[in-house]
């Protein structure tokens, strides 16, 4: 066999995987309650050169399959003879979410919600558990791809500890229009990463249950736009231009009841005061229109014909300035008419 010089093979689960090669592995998962057996698939594509290990992981939120579908599309991408280093993917992480089409656990717990957990622990914790010890513990970097929730559309970004140079470096090279400087939750992934001092990106972008090929191909782009930043694979892609920090974000809510029309898009960008939605309950009497309260960006939004008042209708996105909020405005329709225009090799794209 054609090993490298000086490259140890890669251990998971007490298998051994050779430089050089692709080796497929099932993570054993607590049984589901119905006896069925479920597993947590992993492919690992080790090199034959030195270099990081990278995990990529989705559905961590079982019903985010965006993710899952740009993982596919990598592992076609990757050639072994030419990888430095190793990728850990993951395209399933929540099996029991991915099957019963939910972002939960059968506990009904948020996986996303439950590291470090333990061996010991709920069921969530014992997944969470699971996927330290035999994924993070084992790299260097992290990707976790996710979409919005049911009904919600995200525009493709990033979100990531930026005040580290390490991410934000990552998080650049990555490649959205938008990037987030958010905080980690409790229980998250991302701080579990963080606490063991090694970076880790969250890639936004679509809409769970569903794919749309923008949202895919910005993730697929900038996973290997990351690889060929970490040296893992040689070439970097297409630079879009460069990436621009949000100020912060707010969530806007309905202000009444009823059915809702949008008048904005993803990736609009929006003024204080404007418009954003019409709403009106089925009578037609009571309506109210729903006012942007900032001047910034749509990153997120509510795809749903029907509103209860106070539900979070427009995720917004603002920045340091006016002019800086229209630049990226501009940066985000270049990006979408050029992630458009991609090649897509030998992928039917999705329409
Ligand atoms: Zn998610």
Redesign the pocket.
């Known amino acids: 066999m054609d090993v490298g010089h000086g490259v140890k093979p890669f251990v998971i689960k007490g298998l051994e995987v050779a430089p050089g090669t692709r080796r497929y592995v099932d993570l054993p998962l607590p049984q589901a309650f119905g006896h069925a057996d479920l597993s947590m698939p992993v492919v690992v594509c080790h090199g034959r050169k030195p270099g990081p290990a990278v995990f990529v992981s989705a559905a961590?939120?079982g019903d985010?399959i965006i993710g899952t579908e740009i993982i596919r599309r990598l592992l076609e991408k990757l050639r072994l003879r030419r990888l430095r280093g190793t990728v850990v993917a993951v395209p399933v992480v929540n099996a029991y979410g991915f099957i019963s089409q939910q972002?939960y656990l059968p506990d009904r717990r948020d996986l996303?919600r439950c590291f470090p957990g333990s061996q010991g622990g709920s069921l969530a914790g014992r997944v969470a558990h699971l996927f330290l010890e035999e994924i993070v513990a084992r790299c260097d970097v992290g990707i976790d791809l996710?979409?919005?929730?049911i009904h919600r559309d995200n525009l493709a970004q990033i979100r990531a500890d930026l005040d580290d140079p390490r991410v934000k470096q990552l998080a650049m090279a990555f490649g959205t229009p938008i990037l987030l400087n958010s905080d980690v939750r409790d229980g998250s992934l991302r701080e579990a990463v963080r606490s063991e001092g090694k970076p880790m990106l969250l890639f936004?972008g679509g809409e769970?249950l569903r794919l749309d090929e923008a949202s895919i191909r910005a993730g697929l782009q900038g996973c290997l736009n990351v690889l060929a930043e970490l040296g893992v694979v040689a070439k970097r892609l297409r630079h879009g231009p460069e990436s621009a920090v949000a100020r912060g974000s707010r969530w806007l809510r309905a202000p009444s009841s009823g059915i809702i029309r949008s008048h904005v898009a993803l990736g609009d960008r929006v003024r204080e005061g404007q418009v954003l939605a019409s709403i009106a309950d089925p009578t037609g009497r009571n309506s109210s229109e729903a006012l942007s309260d900032c001047d910034g960006i749509v990153i997120g939004r509510l795809n749903m014909a029907v509103v209860n008042e106070g539900d979070a209708i427009y995720h917004l996105g603002y920045f340091r300035s006016r002019k800086r909020a229209g630049e990226v405005a501009g940066n985000i329709e270049d990006f979408d008419a050029e992630i458009r225009d991609t090649e897509p090799g030998e992928e039917f794209p999705i329409v």
């Open positions: 961590i939120h985010e972002r996303n996710h979409s919005g929730a936004e769970a």
